[in-house]
């Protein structure tokens, strides 16, 4: 058994028992295997390395009052996986070796799954990357799959609390008809430069605006971005957005719960209307916005004076997380219950 301190734990990386691997090789899939080591042995001209030929995934798994483990929407996440792989021309993981390879690293790593109540929960992340060499630019013929498993603490520490962004107008995350709609390493590297702004500026994250026209909303640093006015959800609909799995569940849970959802373009004058406002994804599911700052145009929009977050923002969290946990019933089908 491990002593870890459940309560207290970090998001961030921990070691745990094994992750899991299988290599693309000669145009199919190989076995999977197990494997105890956290390094990878790659070519030194992979394409991974020179060419960012690299998409990865997260997901988490739950446990549950009745002890039994729970995986959120894998099949989403396998799904995503393959539309980025397609993306960025690396071969595509089946569904069947995807869900096999996350099965087997739960299993695997079982002890490392907080218990129910503690607020923490195995954090799962899939790895695609291109493994075989090349030095002109074209597409590697061999790649690894893997995933590895730790085990993480809420996202931010205080908790469920509105935090401030801020409007990004001096950098970009993605471009219209570039790759900001697939989950790969490199919009991650173009992003680094802006969240350190953010941060520096005292910000928890930055809002990026469409690159085009720099007057719409794109997204929440890596998360996607919402809004409540009156009783409807409000998501920007944009190219360069990454289809978060998160937001997608929340439009289902708010129109469980009778209230109207619109997917559009936001433009950000509009950001004056809205009642609440967030950020979601995997990670925190929710984060709650308190206000946005928009330094350049001298304008800020404030959605929580009272360090509390918005009703329906509270609602919609305890709903999904209440989903995740097997608290409530699960009308969409939406968990995997393991028998591990
Ligand atoms: C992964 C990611 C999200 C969140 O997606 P979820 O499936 O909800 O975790 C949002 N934006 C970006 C850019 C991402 O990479």
């Known amino acids: 058994m491990n002593n870890t301190d459940w309560g207290n734990l970090p998001f961030g990386y921990m070691k745990t028992n094994y992750n899991v691997r299988c290599y693309f090789?000669?145009?199919?899939?190989?076995?999977?295997?197990?494997?105890s080591s956290e390094t990878i042995n790659i070519h030194m001209a992979a394409t991974s390395l020179h060419y960012g030929q690299e998409?990865?995934?997260?997901?988490k798994a739950f446990m549950g009052k009745d002890g039994k483990v729970r995986l959120f929407r894998w099949e989403e996440n396998a799904k995503r996986?393959?539309?980025?792989?397609?993306?960025?021309?690396?071969?595509?993981?089946?569904?069947?070796?995807?869900?096999s390879a996350v099965k087997k690293v739960i299993e695997l790593n079982k002890e490392f799954v907080p218990p129910y109540g503690s607020g923490a929960s195995l954090y799962i992340r899939p790895l695609l990357?291109?493994?075989?060499?090349?030095?002109?630019?074209?597409?590697?013929?061999?790649?690894?799959?893997?995933?590895?498993?730790?085990?993480?603490?809420?996202?931010?520490?205080?908790?469920?609390?509105?935090?401030n962004?801020?409007?990004?107008?001096?950098?970009?995350?993605?471009?219209?008809?570039?790759t900001g709609h697939i989950k790969v390493g490199g919009n991650y590297a173009a992003s680094l430069q802006s969240l350190k702004?953010?941060?520096?500026?005292?910000?928890?994250?930055?809002?990026?605006?469409?690159?085009?026209?720099k007057e719409y909303i794109d997204e929440c640093g890596p998360a996607n971005f919402f809004a409540?006015?009156?009783?409807?959800?409000?998501?920007?609909?944009?190219?360069?957005?990454?289809?978060?799995?998160?937001?997608?569940?929340?439009?289902?849970?708010?129109?469980?719960?009778?209230?109207?959802?619109?997917?559009?373009?936001?433009?950000?004058?509009?950001?004056?209307d809205f009642d609440e406002a967030g950020a979601c994804g995997t990670a925190a599911v929710i984060t709650p916005i308190a206000k946005i700052v928009d330094e350049i145009e001298n304008k800020t929009y404030e959605f929580s004076t009272d360090g509390k977050p918005g009703k329906i923002s509270t609602k919609l969290y305890k709903r999904l997380?209440?989903?995740?946990?097997?608290?409530?019933?699960?009308?969409?089908?939406?968990?995997?219950?393991?028998?591990?």
Request: net charge negative; aromatic share 10%.
């Open 55 to 59: 998409a990865f995934e997260g997901a």
């Open 81 to 99: 996986l393959r539309n980025s792989a397609k993306g960025i021309m690396m071969a595509e993981v089946p569904d069947d070796l995807y869900f």
């Open 129 to 163: 990357i291109g493994t075989g060499a090349q030095v002109g630019v074209k597409p590697a013929d061999e790649y690894l799959f893997m995933i590895f498993v730790s085990p993480v603490g809420p996202y931010f520490k205080s908790g469920f609390k509105p935090v």
């Open 228 to 272: 409540i006015k009156d009783n409807t959800y409000f998501t920007p609909e944009s190219s360069s957005i990454l289809p978060s799995i998160t937001n997608m569940s929340l439009i289902q849970v708010a129109e469980d719960l009778g209230y109207e959802t619109l997917r559009r373009p936001i433009h950000i004058d509009e950001l004056s």
């Open 25 to 35: 090789r000669n145009g199919k899939w190989g076995e999977l295997e197990i494997s």
């Open 321 to 340: 997380q209440a989903i995740q946990t097997g608290d409530v019933p699960d009308e969409h089908n939406w968990v995997e219950l393991l028998d591990i």
């Open 197 to 213: 702004k953010g941060h520096d500026g005292g910000f928890a994250s930055v809002i990026y605006l469409d690159a085009k026209h």
């Open 165 to 178: 962004m801020m409007i990004c107008r001096s950098f970009d995350r993605a471009a219209p008809l570039g």
